[in-house]
């Protein structure tokens, strides 16, 4: 798994970013909180279309972890302003998914990731 690391700028608990990543969420379409099959685990936000789970969001220690589970990748942010403006430009890839064919899906998936990880690959 690779992951790309930002540090919060601000030290409030991470129950409280919990609590903000559920606000936001909440009130963005096509998403859910889910239980995690571990027992004791906590929830995950899940967001997907036609029942498959495309990205998954948790929080860790101090910072916002998202999960894009196609390719096995996690990209985690600072604060609730960053995942949303990330997840701004990024839902709609998602959602247009299933209009397309599965080369050019995987095509665009990869420019984004690429933009994403901000190595223009």
Known sequence: MVRWL????DDQPIDALWGQVSTLLATRGRWKLEPQATPGAPSVWCFGTGGETE?????????ISVYVV???????FPDCDALSAWLDDSERLFLNRASMSSETYNQLLHEKIAEW????R
């Open 55 to 63: 990205l998954s969001v948790s929080t860790d220690h101090d910072a």
């Open 117 to 120: 990880r901000g190595d223009g």
């Open 70 to 76: 196609d390719k096995d990748i996690e990209f985690t």
């Open 6 to 9: 930002k540090r919060r700028r």
